[in-house]
């Protein structure tokens, strides 16, 4: 049952059988978080899965119980004996103090294993070195660096299948969460701090990515696109892309600071490869927010509600 | 003159809020005109609004939850729909009014909603259960209550003149400085939530001291009812984290109104700090919430089964478990900030222990039935309803525990349906319990029983409809506050969650209708013997509605289960105990302090949000010198003659015998 703490043969099966069917129920589930691409959602999601297990142990005869006795003692039933004063017995107290603290046991014993494998800063086992990516989350779209290439991108992000891909996460103004739900675990972006998480699929396909953080008006279209390629094609494209279109320098990137809805994801050939640290220290000022209040406003704010 | 203050903060050009202003603006218009018309007004002035008796301010609490549950749950209406419409649309709510709207719900509900019904428990039931005549500090109570009524209707006001945050029931900044934010939303969120808050503050202190000063002769901890037990758990946390919330929120405050940097971006502030302050206060809370709630379910899962609360010492063990853990398990909130490792992995595991004080509770309710005689009127559905969706609701919040699932789940649709299964399942499903349970207590008759059974199964089933589709849209990667929709795939389970609210809107006017039948037919319903439920607690030694000075001559308390004890005794004797000797009773006076100390905060936090700098500054001295005139004043009790205390008590007394005479025939106890 807990895959995680047994790991024979009979678990794997069991596993395979349990996101198989799963993955069935929810047949619908492009892009859920238990239809994972790569072994870091795959890791979530067996804790996931195990976690519940466990507790499904305990909550099913529990809930059982509650609604046996309740319907046994009714008082409309006249076999069920009448205990007037049973309400104390040692035993019985062993018992149901017992039953969650080993039930929790267990579970805590998952959350340090767990939490350990899974850290998002833990760098993933591979035989090719990772893939740095630079993510800042602007107002409201994201900044893909990539300084090994010396490229980057707008809302689409574009990794070799089977490598391992080291995500520096930054913001420029609020808070986000960077999460790309079939790859797995998220992390916030943070404004001058570096947050890390390191993903990879496994296969080619295209899949999406959100924030998972509240950060303002036009927060609902902070999706991007994520494309794992094969790894020859990864370099055929970042190779495509360098040189062409504009170069992403401080110029640039004050007009990327601006808020903007539903940007379309665009590349840029070249890139100022200290343009990172610059925005995770705030060397370069965080974004200026909304235009500054008119005097007509009397404190309401009015957007464009993503119409511009 | 009027600072930023101008005409056009009324929002003429959106005809949402504008249509809703002028209805609830009609609607106290017609009340008001309704009172004045019939004359009520020395009643509502004498009776309720200057009284400091604690049974009246906690029905005003309760009646003051009850009206803004209504209002969140409209809110909650349009999330579910405008999600359910802008599915590859605009939907028609834009962002700036729907994420109003979801900031709204989330503080009218928890802040505005849940708070005022438990404090209204703990107002109405702590004195009775504990046989005194009072809280420990009556007058501080009303100011307390009112208080919490101002930091209510300047929520409400933000919705004709200026606007709502738009940040979340939690002002994350960077987004909530002024920098992201330069509207009056944020400022009319931090000023009403302060102002409630400081209410709260002085009724968490209040309960404190009753039940650690003021419990009759006999009353000692371990006997006690349960519900005590967890008013005083509850009230221990208020006193340990609102201070926490109200500096945190004055942190902002100083950040948005005096360019401080607390939490800002820039100059060395950093935004990470309010997350932590604001959870450290943010987890106890649901606790406070939660514990008094349990305490609620104890009283009816023993009072239906007919036999005391199982493991009573083991469940006040679990109470307290769950009052110390809760204040050290906030950062599981932000696992995703990625603090590491051992962080994550101390606070995982210390936020799942808490399920071991829930569990226990669990079982010791379900062994509280075991061997009784299970009565299942409308407050016993309420809580095997409770036992079912609180259960699940506790197995997703382990989950959410677990930091690797927590990667995947946070912020997620996952999250939301979890934290609604225990909100629900667990406080509001307590308190229409509770309401059902001590609505004759109050006010002398029951509520039709049918008309309640009818709203729990709505509520029930419509909770289900709606939250479970809410689990599966968080695995299929949906986050919140999603304006619009951008995933085709996730419509058919928003759809569904639309027709759950159908559901839940059919339970609230079920419950409403029960409301108006009951009171139509009040007579047929009319509790005389002040015993309506067979129940064992002090509370029901007193006759329906329970009078002002609660009780004539104060109780002896000789066992766990006092008034039980009584009862017994009485059945066993065939008689009463003798007629004791009524001596005077000195009651406090009422008092206005209350009203005016919260209009004049209510008029302070308007003017700080509008920057009407001289207007703050009249009206924080006038609220301030509200105290000092109470503190001079020359008369604070009166005397209740030994006469009419011994013409109420000898009325009760003859509703005794009847009611004794019922149950020896009856035969009834054991």
């Known amino acids: 049952m807990a895959g995680l703490l047994f790991k024979g043969a009979p678990a794997r099966a069991w596993r395979g059988l349990i996101l198989g069917f799963l993955s069935l129920g929810l047949a619908s589930c492009a892009g859920g978080i238990l239809d994972p691409l790569g072994p870091v959602g795959q890791g979530n999601a067996i804790i996931l899965i195990d976690a519940t297990l466990i507790m499904l142990a305990i909550v099913i005869p529990t809930i059982l119980l509650a609604f046996w006795v309740a319907w046994r003692y009714n008082a409309a039933n006249p076999k069920a004996e009448y205990l007037p004063y049973w309400a104390y017995s040692g035993r019985v107290e062993a018992v149901v103090w017992s039953i969650p603290v080993l039930t929790i046991m267990f579970i805590g014993g998952l959350i340090w294993i767990g939490s350990y494998k899974l850290d998002p800063f833990r760098p993933l086992p591979s035989k090719s070195p990772p893939l740095e990516v630079q993510v800042v989350s602007l107002d409201w779209k994201w900044l893909f660096i990539y300084p090994q290439q010396g490229i980057a991108t707008v809302n689409q992000v574009v990794v070799p299948a089977g490598t391992p891909v080291r995500f520096s996460i930054t913001s420029a103004s609020v808070f986000n969460a960077f999460f790309v739900p079939r790859l797995g675990s998220m992390i916030y972006a943070m404004p001058g701090m570096i947050s890390q998480v390191n993903l990879q699929a496994d296969s080619a396909e295209e899949i999406w990515g959100i924030s998972a953080q509240f950060s303002g008006d036009g927060f609902s279209d902070m999706q991007f696109q994520v494309r794992s390629v094969p790894a020859a094609d990864f370099e055929t494209w970042a190779a495509g892309i360098r040189g062409s279109g504009p170069r992403l320098d401080e110029a640039a990137y004050a007009g990327l600071l601006q808020q903007t809805h539903r940007v379309s994801p665009a590349t840029f050939g070249a890139i100022d490869p200290e343009l990172f640290q610059a925005v995770a220290t705030q060397k370069i000022a965080p974004g200026p927010g909304p235009e500054p209040e008119g005097p007509g406003h009397a404190g309401r704010e009015v957007s464009t509600g993503g119409k511009d | 003159m009027f600072g930023k203050l101008s005409l056009s903060a009324i929002p003429l050009s959106e005809p949402i809020p504008l249509i809703t202003s002028f209805v609830v603006i009609l609607i106290a218009l017609g009340v008001l005109i309704l009172i004045t018309v019939k004359g009520w007004w020395p009643y509502l002035w004498h009776d309720w ?225 309010f997350v932590n302050l604001v959870w450290a206060w943010g987890h106890p809370e649901v606790y406070i919430l939660v514990l008094p709630a349990f ?117 997620s649709m996952f999250l939301v349906a ?80 639309v027709a759950g609210v159908g559901i839940l809107i059919l339970g609230v006017i079920a419950q409403v209708v029960q409301l108006v039948v009951s009171i139509r037919d009040r007579e047929k319903l009319r509790d005389v013997t002040g015993d309506p439920w067979d129940g064992r607690s002090l509370e029901w030694a007193t006759p329906s509605p329970a009078p002002f000075f609660n009780f004539a001559v104060m109780p002896n308390v000789e066992g766990e289960e006092a008034y039980w004890g009584i009862k017994l005794r009485a059945v066993e004797t065939q008689q009463l105990a003798e007629e004791p000797k009524y001596e005077p009773i000195e009651m406090p006076v009422h008092s206005p302090v209350g009203i005016f100390t919260a209009f004049f905060t209510s008029v302070f936090g308007f003017a700080m949000i509008w920057y009407i700098w001289w207007l703050a500054g009249v009206a924080l001295v006038a609220a301030f010198a509200e105290f000092v005139v109470f503190a001079w004043r020359d008369v604070h009790e009166y005397e209740v003659p030994a006469e009419e205390v011994a013409r109420v008590d000898r009325a009760r007394r003859a509703a005794r015998e009847a009611l004794l005479d019922r149950l020896s025939r009856q035969g009834a106890l054991p």
């Open chain 2, 49 to 273: 609004i200057t009284s400091v008796d604690h049974k009246r301010i906690g029905v005003m609490y309760c009646l003051l939850g009850v009206l803004m549950l209504i209002r969140g749950f409209a809110d909650a209406i349009m999330m579910r729909t405008q999600q359910a419409i802008a599915i590859d649309a605009p939907g028609y709510l834009p962002p700036e009014h729907y994420n109003q709207i979801f900031t709204a719900h989330g503080t009218i509900m928890i802040l505005f909603g849940a708070m005022p019904l438990v404090l209204g428990f703990m107002n109405f039931l702590v004195p009775l259960q504990l046989g005194v005549r009072d809280v420990a500090f009556p007058t501080f109570n009303s100011v307390g209550f009112w208080l919490t009524a101002s930091g209510a209707l300047l929520v409400n006001v933000s919705l004709f003149v200026g606007e709502f945050a738009r940040t979340g029931w939690l002002p994350y900044p960077p987004l909530s400085e002024t920098t992201y934010t330069p509207g009056v939303g944020v400022d009319y969120y931090l000023w009403a939530v302060q102002i409630s808050g400081v209410g709260t503050l002085i009724t968490g202190i209040n309960i404190v001291t009753t039940v650690l000063k003021m419990r009759c002769r006999g009353m000692s901890y371990l006997r006690m009812p349960v519900f005590c037990w967890t008013a005083l758990a509850s009230c221990l946390l208020i006193v340990a984290v609102f201070p926490v919330l109200t500096a945190t929120l004055a942190m902002l405050t100083l950040d948005r109104y005096l360019g401080f940097h607390y939490f800002t971006n820039t100059a060395g502030g950093n935004p990470m700090m």
């Open chain 2, 418 to 497: 979890h934290f609604h299964n225990v909100i629900i399942g667990g406080v509001v499903f307590a308190v229409f319990a509770g309401l059902e349970f001590w609505f004759p207590k109050a006010f002398g008759f029951r509520l039709h029983e049918g008309w309640g059974k009818a709203a729990f199964w709505c509520a029930f089933i419509g909770f289900w409809v709606t939250f479970a589709p809410l689990y599966v849209l968080g695995l299929l990667g949906m986050t919140r506050r999603l304006q619009h929709i951008n995933i085709p795939e996730w419509a058919p389970w928003l759809y569904v969650s």
């Open chain 2, 295 to 411: 305490g609620i379910f104890s009283e009816v899962f023993s009072t239906f089964s007919g036999k005391p609360l199982f493991g009573y010492r083991s469940m006040v063990a679990a109470t307290l478990f769950i009052c110390i853990v809760s204040l050290m398990v906030w950062l599981h909130h932000f696992f995703t900030m990625g603090a590491g490792a051992a962080v994550n992995t101390f606070f995982g595991i210390s936020s799942s222990i808490i399920a071991v004080g829930t569990g226990v509770k669990i079982y010791n309710w379900i062994f509280t039935m075991y061997g009784g005689r299970v009565r299942f009127e409308t407050p016993m559905l309420w809580s095997m309803g409770f036992l079912f969706t609180f259960t699940i609701g506790g197995l997703t919040g382990v989950l959410l525990a677990v930091p690797p699932a927590d990667f995947m789940t946070h912020n």
